[in-house]
C-alpha cells in the first residue's frame, strides 16, 4: 500500500508542478483556488489558515499543471506545530518542477521574505516572484522593494481579483512545454492488435475509490491516514485540530485506487465559534457528501461519545457506507468491555445501520490497517449491492407469510412487487395499496429481513412505497 507519486497521480493528464509559497496571509490559498478553478483551500483574513499541503489540476489560459498550495512559512526549526508546517512546505518544493513565491505588496518586503527568497535561491529550481495585492497603486511600492531579493522581475499580481495572471502564463508556458515533451518522449506507444482490444482497454473502472476519514478532533485521523500510505504527508502532533482543509490524496491499496480524504475534527456545533473552524466543518461535511466510503475514527479510551453519533447520523442520512475505527486501542486495558461499550450503543443508537463494520487499531503503531482497508471493500461492496427483481419477489411472498402487514380499521394492506430502483445505497420501491397507511414499524420489519436474509450489514436501506398496480397484472 502506498500513496501514488505525483508522476502518477497525473499520468494521463498533467506531469508539471508548480508550489506556491510565502509567509503567512500573502494570498496563496486565494490564488490556487483561482488556478484550480474552484473553493478548493480555506481562505480567511486572519494568518496561518493553512497547515497542510493541498495539490490540485491548476489550468491558466491552455496549460495544465498541477499546483500545491503551502503552509505560510516561518523562521522555526524546533518540534513546534510551526516548524512541523514548514517542513511540509520544504517537501512541496522538493517535489516541485517550478515555485512561486508571493510577498504582499501593501505589506512591502520583511525579513521573513529576504530569509526564504535566499533559501529558494538555493533550491536550483526555477522561480517566480509575485507581488500580490498590487490591485490600484497601493502595492507599487511593495513592487519595487521586491527587487531587492534577487529573483529577478517581480511581477505585479492580485489573486483575489485575476490581475497579472498573463505574466505567470509567459513564466509556466515554456517551461510546461518541456515538461510535456519530456514526457511523450518517455512513453512507449501503445498498441492494439484490433479494435476489440483497445475497447477493452477503455473499459477501464470509472474512478478510484472515494474514502473520507472523518471524526472528533484529536483522535487520530491524520496519523491513520499517514499510516495508511506509508509517509508523513500530513501534520500530526498532540494539539487539537491541527486540520483545517480537506486533503485530498491519490493512492492505491493492493493494486485498487482510492481517494483519501484527510478531514477536520468535528465538535458540537454550539462549540464552534471561530470561523475558520466553521469553514473546516462545512468542508468535512462536503467531504462526506462526495465519498462513497467513510470511515468514523474514535478515540478507544473515550469510547462512543455523542458527537461521534452525530457524525455517523449524518453519514447514514446522506446514504454513505460507514465503518467504524477505533483507534489508539493499544492504550486499552480491558480491550473486551471497551468493545461490547461502543457496540451496544451504537445499536441502541443507530438500529437503522445494524452490522456497521467496527475495527480496532492503533494508527501510531501501523496495527490494524489491513483489517480496516478489507471492511472498507466489503462496505463498498454491499454498498454497490444489486438483486434481481424476481428474487425480490419471492422473498417478499415469504416475509408477508411470515407476518402479514397490518388491516387498519380492517383495511388489508397489500404489498405487490418489490423491486431494486439504485444502488449506493441499495435502494427499493414497494408497490402498495395503501402505502400512507402501513405503519414504520412494519417498513422496519422489512428492512431488518433484508439486511439478513441479503446479507447487507451496516450499508443505509432505503424502501419508497408507492400506490401503483403491479405491471404483471395488466392483461
Not at 34 to 45: E, I, N, P, T, W
Not at 67 to 84: M, P, Q
Request: aromatic share 6%; proline share 5%; net charge negative.
Amino acid at each position: 500500500m502506498r500513496e501514488l507519486s505525483p508522476r502518477e497521480q497525473n499520468r494521463d493528464r498533467t506531469t508539471f508542478t508548480l508550489a506556491l509559497v510565502g509567509r503567512p496571509n500573502v494570498g496563496k490559498s486565494t490564488l490556487f483556488n483561482r488556478l484550480v478553478g474552484r473553493r478548493k483551500a480555506l481562505v480567511d483574513d486572519q494568518p496561518g489558515v493553512t497547515r497542510d499541503r493541498q495539490d490540485g489540476e491548476g489550468r491558466l489560459f491552455d496549460l495544465s499543471f498541477r499546483v500545491i498550495d503551502t503552509a505560510g512559512l516561518e523562521d522555526v526549526t524546533d518540534d513546534s506545530l510551526e516548524a512541523r508546517m514548514r517542513r511540509q512546505t520544504e517537501r512541496a518544493v522538493e517535489e516541485a518542477d517550478a515555485v512561486l513565491m508571493l510577498i504582499d505588496a501593501r505589506a512591502g518586503v520583511t525579513p521573513l521574505d529576504a530569509h526564504f527568497a535566499d533559501q529558494l535561491r538555493r533550491s536550483q529550481k526555477p522561480v517566480l516572484l509575485a507581488a500580490n495585492k498590487c490591485e490600484g497603486k497601493a502595492g507599487e511600492a511593495g513592487r519595487l522593494e521586491a527587487y531587492a531579493l534577487g529573483l529577478g522581475d517581480p511581477i505585479a499580481l492580485s489573486a483575489e481579483h485575476g490581475l497579472g495572471l498573463d505574466e505567470l502564463y509567459d513564466f509556466l508556458q515554456p517551461l510546461v512545454q518541456v515538461e510535456e515533451q519530456e514526457t511523450f518522449d518517455r512513453e512507449e506507444p501503445t498498441e492494439f492488435s484490433t479494435s476489440e482490444e483497445a475497447e477493452e482497454v477503455e473499459e477501464e473502472p470509472k474512478g478510484p475509490l472515494q474514502l473520507a476519514i472523518v471524526g472528533r478532533p484529536n483522535v487520530g485521523k491524520s496519523t491513520l491516514v499517514n499510516s495508511l500510505i506509508g509517509q508523513d504527508r500530513l501534520l500530526t502532533g498532540p494539539e487539537a485540530g491541527i486540520t483545517r482543509d480537506a486533503i485530498a490524496i491519490d493512492w492505491e491499496f493492493a493494486g485498487r485506487p482510492l481517494r483519501l480524504v484527510d478531514t477536520a475534527g468535528l465538535r458540537r456545533q454550539a462549540r464552534v465559534e471561530d470561523r475558520v473552524e466553521r469553514l473546516s466543518a462545512a468542508d468535512t461535511k462536503n467531504a462526506i457528501d462526495f465519498a462513497q466510503v467513510v470511515v468514523l475514527v474514535l478515540d478507544a479510551e473515550l469510547g462512543l461519545e455523542r458527537q461521534d453519533l452525530t457524525i455517523a447520523r449524518k453519514v447514514v442520512e446522506e446514504g454513505r457506507a460507514l465503518v467504524i475505527a477505533i483507534n489508539k486501542w493499544d492504550l486499552v486495558e480491558n480491550r473486551a468491555m471497551a468493545l461490547k461499550a461502543v457496540e451496544d450503543r451504537l445499536l441502541r443508537s443507530l438500529p437503522q445501520t445494524r452490522g456497521i463494520p467496527i475495527v480496532t487499531l492503533s494508527a501510531l503503531q501501523g496495527r490494524g490497517t489491513e483489517r480496516l482497508m478489507k471492511a472498507v471493500f466489503r462496505a463498498y461492496e454491499v454498498w454497490n449491492k444489486r438483486l434481481s427483481t424476481g428474487m425480490l419477489n419471492r422473498w417478499l411472498q415469504q416475509v408477508i407469510a411470515a407476518h402479514p402487514p397490518p388491516a387498519p380499521g380492517g383495511r388489508r394492506i397489500r404489498l405487490k412487487y418489490i423491486t431494486q430502483a439504485r444502488s449506493r445505497p441499495p435502494t427499493f420501491a414497494i408497490s402498495c395499496s395503501h402505502p400512507d397507511e402501513l405503519p414504520s414499524a412494519y417498513l422496519r420489519y422489512l428492512e431488518n429481513a433484508l439486511r439478513e436474509d441479503f446479507d447487507l450489514p451496516g450499508t443505509p436501506i432505503r424502501l419508497h412505497l408507492k400506490k401503483s398496480d403491479n405491471p404483471y397484472a395488466r392483461g
